[in-house]
């Protein structure tokens, strides 16, 4: 309400700083304590100092000091000697006497109650002065602004200015580190003040440079705030780098300052640095007028001036103005505190500073050596104060520049205004008084009342005088206010105002920062704390506008009471009530009123009590003065209060009604809970899995009588409606008014009574009972008879309410307040709850309407109306989601990719369209990765019992390995698929569930394409639809949505790089690695080979026409798969030929890693074909083919095979086992290379009796023999096998490790011939010369039969077939 001192920190450890500083004094002997003692008791400050020297005075005071700290442990007036520097950011404070000073900087602790609070703690201590016979003089604090663009505002680091008695000034860190000395001139330092950046408040005021002033007897130095700056932020990284290093001292940038020599004053003893001005165009011709004459000639435009104001002796206050310009800042070299060599430093580490251990002599050396001083500039006196017997003794600048305060020994407080230089206020009787400024903006709330709420914030002025001879601290309203605020502090404080912020900053560095800094601190040396004056802003405004501004201030007041969470809620109770009652403006206090019930820690009695009792007052008043606003606010939320307390009254109330039970509907809805029994209680076990959820989003959590009241009004004519806001807030409203009801604790027709009284319309209860129902379907679950018998018994009360089924309805028309209900359960996700309010609703019409129809004396019959109608489809719809629900909750396997369980409720399935059951059921199937055989098998089980038997007996197998739990899980999970697709039989038609699996595959298999077998397992779905135009459409779909891009890609990277290309190649053109793009490519050939043989059994069959099921025919939405596979248009075979035969070859090429470049192995018009639309015509090669092409052709055929055989190979001699289905050893790839062949124009007999002699070659004679039997031309393959005989006998014979001496006879006795052929033979070909043989024997026997008796070579294998029998009877 009023001015207020805070305390804001404390200092700690003030009994060491005393005794540091004071330290030198010694104490008195002890006779004299007493007379020191009885001293004290009285104000001795006054005779003290006439009486005696002012040495003596200083041994005395010390004297006092010492001996009542000892007796009262108290500090006394030690603190008036000492020079205090406080920082504005209240961090840092500095107190200085003679050499000596101290550091304290804020640290943060515990106090006793455990809440943070900010001490000053003493942080560094020592002698300041380096020259013999120097003080302290002056000190201030300046805090540097941090550089870095993320700071907030805080400062970076803070310099301690220190003025000396000898005329040296010089930079400290926090932490005393010296930084720089300068001495700008050789007398002492009378007073330092700093000016910082502001941020101008209105359009017109000239921004102030910032600067340090420095004030001497006769001369004030002023140094440029931005070259300060960058020197002591080069000299503190200096230091901080020879400290770290030793590298050697750079010279800082050298300071700009300015000195003028301040002519025509007796003494001065305080200044003030004003900062730019510039005068108006008629003062300035006075001006000139004055000082030029009759004929002085005035310039254009008014020169810019800096206004300093001293104040002293002889005037007692001196005003001088410096045209810009008019003198040249000069410049002086930063003389640094660091020895230019750091050798001595760096090794004397216990001393802490650099250049302190230097030696005597060189100590006196620097000593005589005092840099130059430059001469001041002259400046004469514009105007002052004159008053001969009055001297000034100090001056404080208000934070806008344009008034100062000025004490004189006469004990007045002068008030300056500085632009017309005349004293417009003055107070007397504040001897040795201390001043300081406050600026106070104006509060954001305050704004909404003003006149001039556009404009910038206004700001009001305060000014605080310090008076320690009667210890009174006073604030006093700007410029000719009352006083505002006093409060009696005690005599020895110090008041602490710097008057600036921090430095280095400026316009664009200032955007966005929430600098806190305090204007004002009162320090308390007895208690060491630190306070702040808090002056609110309406002390400053007229009375009328100062009500207004009361009002806001115990507003603030209640808002502050309603924040803590300790306040008893008796104490919050009296508080609010008084507050309430006090405020006068009706806009205020409802805001008061509307804070205090929206507040969440007061008690329901409380905000009852408090609204009754301003409702009562408001009453007593003229009906003419009262706000009606205010009064109706009062009684709705005392009729809104009111209810909350009944509700929760009938909740924990203990007797409960019998509920008439309305048995003969009830028993139907017996009979369909027993029918959906199982399915319900699956529902049940796969809901109530735990999940994680917040506490304070929980729909269970009990409802605040503030959350109440903020989604309930009160309209016009008395009635209460509740206000739709978010989905939770509106399931703890139905919570709060119907979940006791609901689970047969609270009386439902009090309840239902209470809530109809207060004017709740039926519509919008039946949505709140709903919400709730459906809300919490797993609790009611628990126990579905009760909860279904008291819903049942809520929804036929609130039917029966005033206003909820229309008197007029027609019964063969549709009710809105039952179609209220469909609607709520339509959207509901949670099926089996709506199912029951489905089921009961249903029950509660039927009634209904048949009452109805009695009423009218109509006949039984006549009772049907559309209303049921709708609810028997609504039912079976609702039954069928259920349904479907249970399925696509059943939990995948572990380890199993997909994510979570798809939610459906009736508006999800009709809005997913035709296909939206099936597209759901097949994401159902990729989750549950069920592969497409055993998906056939369930799908069978439906339609054929035989089929269901042997799953049974497969079945039964499975479950001897795996544990006979998850059997059964897995069975119960496949007889509800089969369940779902009972329900649907058009939705779920194999053919189409089939087609969506297909697709949801290839669509997870595109997300991830190194997941091969997702699209294996895509083609094999679609080999499985059996509707040959379905499967054509997807195909082509599938090709042109996803395949086609990424086997161009394989084509023309293979193409580039000439072989099977690397795994870091295909990932990065392919998008998978090599075996992936392997395994694609082998999809690939399938997936056109499918779209061939659809393509050829399209004619036969007619497309299949696609249904919906009776009840779900309204479905609106995305065409299903089958539908869009069944608007494709038609292929052209052989582009889809051509294309099987490139992917062939790319498989190929890829799986036994050959060398080829695909492409070439085409003509141009091949070429162009590839990768075209499939359903346009291209032009395609035709007639023979370049014979070139056919050689390359065929040699690359040819490879394929050789690669097949090694790859086949197997020692295992006669049986060959059976080979894999896919991969390169499978049996297909033979037949696939002849296909081929005959595609490419290559003879398929060179293959195959290529085939052949690779075979025997691998030593693989009896697969071999199979291929033989197919060869047409005969001879070519006799002489091609006779050479590989002849070599495998030459092995035997010649080149063998074991050369027996059979074999040597027998070679001796084999004819010359034979020999001579036999040792031309080079064994080293065969890849398997090691061959039984009984084998060898067998082929020569072949040999023989194949070649005609004619032929040139017929002889010599007859010579063979010789020598091998021989060799055999030798074994």
């Not at 300041?128 to 970076?156: M, N």
């Not at 001495?183 to 209105?202: N, S």
Request: a negative charge; charged letters at 20%; proline letters at 5%.
């Amino acid at each position: 309400m009023s001015c207020s001192l805070l305390e804001f920190c404390r200092l700690q450890e003030l009994k060491t700083v005393r005794d540091y500083l004071f330290q030198s004094q010694k104490t008195e002997p002890a006779e004299e304590k007493s007379q020191t003692e009885n001293e004290l008791s009285w104000e001795t400050s006054e005779w003290e100092s006439a009486w005696d020297s002012g040495d003596n005075k200083e041994e005395e005071a010390a004297t006092a000091t010492t001996v009542e700290e000892e007796t009262t442990g108290q500090s006394g007036p030690w603190l008036q000697d000492c020079v205090v520097a406080m920082s504005p950011c209240s961090d840092l404070l500095v107190v200085a006497r003679e050499q000596k000073a101290v550091f304290l900087s804020a640290k943060w602790r515990s106090n006793d109650s455990g809440r943070e609070e900010m001490t000053l703690a003493v942080s560094w201590t020592g002698t300041l002065s380096t020259d013999e016979g120097e003080c302290v003089s002056s000190s201030v604090c300046i805090p540097l602004a941090s550089q870095k663009r993320s700071s907030t505002g805080r400062p970076d680091w803070t310099c301690v200015v220190v003025g000396f008695t000898s005329g040296y000034v010089r930079f400290y860190t926090e932490n005393g580190v010296l930084l720089l000395a300068q001495l700008l001139h050789e007398d002492p330092v009378l007073r330092l003040k700093c000016r910082t950046y502001e941020i101008p408040r209105h359009p017109g005021v000239t921004e102030q440079h910032e600067e340090l002033s420095i004030l001497y007897p006769a001369a004030l130095v002023t140094i440029d705030g931005f070259s300060l700056f960058q020197s002591l932020r080069a000299c503190r990284n200096q230091v901080a780098r020879a400290a770290a290093a030793g590298s050697d001292v750079i010279q800082p940038p050298p300071l700009a300052y300015k000195k003028w020599g301040l002519q025509d004053m007796d003494t001065i003893v305080d200044h003030s640095s004003v900062g730019i001005m510039t005068l108006c165009v008629f003062d300035q011709m006075k001006n000139a007028s004055i000082l030029g004459g009759f004929n002085a000639s005035v310039k254009g435009s008014p020169p810019a001036m800096s206004q300093y104001v001293t104040v002293g002796g002889g005037p007692y206050t001196g005003f001088y103005y410096a045209v810009e310009g008019s003198s040249q800042p000069l410049l002086s070299h930063v003389a640094l505190a660091v020895a230019s060599k750091l050798t001595s430093a760096l090794f004397n580490a216990a001393s802490g500073w650099l250049g302190w251990n230097k030696n005597k002599n060189e100590e006196e050396a620097v000593q005589k050596q005092k840099p130059k001083v430059e001469p001041a500039t002259p400046l004469g006196i514009r105007f002052g104060l004159p008053d001969s017997r009055r001297h000034g003794e100090s001056i404080c600048l208000s934070p806008c520049n344009t008034l100062a305060g000025v004490t004189d020994d006469f004990g007045r407080v002068s008030l300056l205004d500085l632009a017309r230089g005349i004293s417009i206020r003055m107070w007397k009787g504040y001897r040795d008084a201390q001043l300081g400024w406050l600026q106070v903006p104006e509060e954001r709330g305050d704004r909404e009342f003003s006149p001039s709420a556009s404009l910038p914030r206004r700001h009001a002025l305060f000014l605080v005088i310090y008076a320690p001879r009667r210890g009174i601290l006073e604030v006093w309203a700007m410029q000719q206010g009352p006083r505002v605020g006093a409060f009696t502090v005690g005599k020895h404080c110090r008041l602490l105002y710097a008057g600036y912020r921090l430095m280095g900053v400026n316009s664009v560095t200032s955007q966005g920062w929430q600098l806190h800094t305090q204007q004002v601190c009162l320090l308390d040396p007895i208690t060491g704390a630190l306070r702040t004056v808090n002056i609110p802003f309406h002390l400053a405004l007229s009375d009328k506008k100062s009500e207004r501004a009361k009002d806001m201030h115990l507003l603030k007041r209640l808002t502050t009471i309603l924040r803590s969470r300790e306040v008893e809620p008796d104490i919050l109770e009296s508080e609010a009530k008084s507050v309430l009652l006090d405020i006068k403006h009706p806009a205020i206090k409802k805001q008061a009123l509307e804070s205090l019930l929206s507040n969440k820690n007061a008690p329901v009695s409380c905000l009852t009590k408090v609204t009754g009792a301003l409702y009562d007052v408001l009453k007593q008043q003229d009906p003419e003065e009262v706000d009606t606003a205010l009064l109706q606010l009062c009684s709705s939320q005392l009729k809104m209060l009111q209810l909350y307390s009944d509700i929760q009254q009938l909740h924990s109330a203990a007797d409960i009604e019998a509920s008439s039970k309305d048995q003969d509907s009830f028993e139907g809805i017996e009979e369909e809970l027993s029918r959906v029994g199982p399915t319900l209680q699956r529902y049940a076990q796969l809901t109530s899995r735990p999940s994680v959820s917040f506490a304070q989003d929980s729909p269970y959590s009990p409802l605040p009588a503030q959350a109440f009241l903020s989604q309930m009004e009160c309209t016009e004519d008395g009635e209460l409606r509740v206000i739709r806001g978010s989905e939770t807030e509106w399931n703890r409203l139905g919570n709060f008014m119907f979940w006791g009801c609901l689970c047969g604790n609270s009386p439902l027709h009090k309840v239902c009574d209470t809530l109809q009284e207060a004017g709740i319309s039926p519509q919008q209860l039946l949505s709140l009972l709903l919400s709730v129902w459906l809300q919490r379907e797993k609790e009611m679950l628990q126990k579905p008879g009760e909860t279904v018998r008291n819903l049942h018994t809520l929804l036929i009360a609130l039917s029966n309410m005033k206003g909820a089924v229309e008197e007029s309805w027609d019964t063969q028309s549709i009710s809105p307040w039952w179609q209220q209900v469909r609607h709520t359960c339509i959207q509901s996700h949670n099926s089996a709850a709506a199912l029951l309010a489905a089921f009961v609703a249903h029950r509660a019409a039927k009634a209904s309407i048949t009452s109805r129809a009695d009423s009218k004396l109509q006949s039984e019959w006549e009772a049907v109306s559309l209303e049921l109608e709708q609810w028997v489809v609504f039912v079976r719809q609702l039954e069928d989601v259920l349904v479907l629900q249970t399925l696509l909750l059943v939990p995948p396997p572990q380890g199993s990719g997909g994510g979570a369980a798809a939610q459906c409720s009736i508006k999800t399935l009709m809005e997913g369209g035709t296909g939206g059951i099936a597209d759901s059921v097949s994401k159902w199937v990729f989750r549950h990765n069920l592969s497409p055989e055993r998906l056939k098998e369930i799908l069978q089980k439906r339609e054929d019992k035989e089929a269901e038997d042997k799953l049974e007996q497969k079945a039964g197998e499975e479950g001897k390995e795996q544990e006979e739990k998850s059997q059964e899980d897995t069975d119960r999970t496949a007889e509800l698929l089969v369940a779902v697709c009972q329900r649907f039989p058009h939705s779920l038609s194999p053919d189409l569930l089939f087609a969506h699996c297909c697709w949801e595959y290839v669509v997870q298999w595109n997300k991830d394409p190194e997941e091969s077998r997702y699209l294996s397992w895509a083609v094999e779905h679609l080999k499985l639809v059996s509707s040959p135009h379905i499967q054509l459409g997807i195909s082509t779909m599938m090709w042109s949505t996803f395949i086609v891009k990424r086997l161009s890609a394989a084509a023309f990277l293979m193409e580039k790089v000439g072989k099977s290309p690397k795994d870091r190649l295909c990932r990065r053109d392919v998008g998978m690695g090599d075996k992936a793009a392997t395994y694609f490519l082998g999809c690939c050939v399938q997936l056109l080979q499918i779209l061939m043989e659809a393509d050829s059994a399209v004619e036969e069959v007619p497309a299949p026409e696609l249904s919906v099921e009776e009840a779900w025919f309204g479905a609106e939405g995305p065409a299903s798969i089958a539908e869009l596979a069944l608007e494709q248009r038609g292929v052209h075979y052989p582009l889809v030929q051509h294309h099987c035969l490139l992917a062939s070859l790319l498989h190929s090429a890829m799986t036994f890693s050959l060398k080829v470049k695909p492409l070439s192995l085409f003509d141009s018009k091949g070429k162009n074909a590839f990768f075209r639309d499939l359903t346009t015509i291209q032009l395609m090669p035709s007639g023979d083919m370049d014979p070139g092409l056919i050689s390359l052709r065929q040699e690359f055929l040819l490879r394929v095979l050789t690669a097949w055989v090694q790859a086949i190979d197997d020692s295992s001699g006669t049986s060959p086992p059976p080979l894999p289905s896919s991969g390169p050893k499978a049996d297909w790839w033979p037949s696939m290379c002849l296909e081929l062949g005959s595609l490419l124009q290559v003879n398929p007999d060179i293959l195959r009796r290529h085939l052949v002699c690779e075979l025997y070659n691998q030593g693989l004679d009896p697969r071999a023999e199979e291929v033989m039997l197919e060869v047409e031309d005969k001879d070519v393959l006799g002489s091609q096998l006779l050479v590989l005989t002849g070599q495998r006998l030459s092995y035997s014979l010649l080149h063998s490790q074991s050369q027996t001496q059979a074999a040597m006879e027998l070679l001796a006795r084999l004819p010359p011939t034979l020999c001579t052929w036999l040792k031309a033979m080079d064994p080293g070909e065969l890849r398997c010369p090691l061959v039984p043989l009984p084998q060898t024997s067998r082929l020569v026997g072949r040999l023989i039969e194949i070649l005609p008796e004619n032929h040139a070579q017929y002889s010599l294998a007859l010579h063979l077939l010789e020598a091998v029998e021989a060799l055999t009877t030798e074994d």
